[in-house]
């Protein structure tokens, strides 16, 4: 069982059970993530309103960090895959659907690029150098992974991870996939859940730095 899924747990057993190290954020990969350059390639939008689908280990965490990007209208926790219809909570925790847990973005392409929501993802929604796992959550559903919602959106997403390899931005290889597959809404508790549990453990160890690294990090795109 993750520290996340136990829910009774006390804040002090939690720092226990993940790490000072983890409760700090303090790894190569963060200090990296700081130096995430904007991507080069950006295709041109013209509609207002288009949809991405990105997967970053817990959802809770990525769902609270687009909500606070200025640009994004409404962000949903679920999972995505090929085998996703039907999925919930208790069977994608089994590890062994391929579905990930992940959130569906709507934003307005006139106030921020497909291409800069995938250099917040990279650089502070989550460590992408992580293998089938994020923190203390391990298995397939939390890999890393990108759903594109178009053939433009896939060119940018390629385009992207290439361009991070290759100037070598982490200290390690990056583990995000590039992946097909729908997406359909979690259960309405895990919905806005950070917005609605400021001071569960899980998410003041992993998910608050996290707002704190795109304030930071981001303050043009921060929306209180």
Request: aromatic share 8%.
């Amino acid at each position: 069982m993750t520290t996340r899924a136990k829910l009774g747990i006390s804040l002090a057993a939690a720092i226990a059970a993940v790490g000072l190290p983890a409760l700090l954020g303090v790894s190569r990969s963060a200090e990296a993530a700081s130096n995430v350059p904007p991507a080069a390639l950006v295709e041109p939008s013209k509609g207002r309103s288009e949809v991405a689908v990105l997967a970053g280990g817990c959802f809770w965490g990525v769902e609270a960090v687009f909500e606070h990007v200025k640009g994004v209208t409404s962000v949903t926790s679920g999972f995505a895959g090929t085998k996703a219809a039907g999925a919930n909570y208790k069977k994608v925790s089994s590890g062994g659907t391929g579905i990930a847990e992940a959130v569906r973005i709507s934003f307005d392409p006139r106030q921020i690029s497909y291409a800069e929501l995938l250099r917040i993802f990279f650089a502070v929604a989550h460590d992408p150098t992580q293998v089938n796992r994020q923190g203390p959550d391990v298995g397939t559903q939390y890999r890393s992974a990108i759903f594109p919602q178009s053939p433009a959106q896939e060119r940018v997403a390629q385009a992207y991870i290439g361009q991070l390899a290759k100037a070598r931005v982490f200290p390690k290889p990056i583990a995000t996939r590039i992946e097909q597959g729908r997406f359909v809404e979690a259960e309405p508790h895990h919905q806005d859940f950070m917005a609605r549990n400021p001071r569960h453990p899980y998410v003041v160890i992993h998910d608050r730095p996290k707002l704190a690294a795109l304030k930071s990090q981001f303050p043009a795109h921060w929306k209180g």
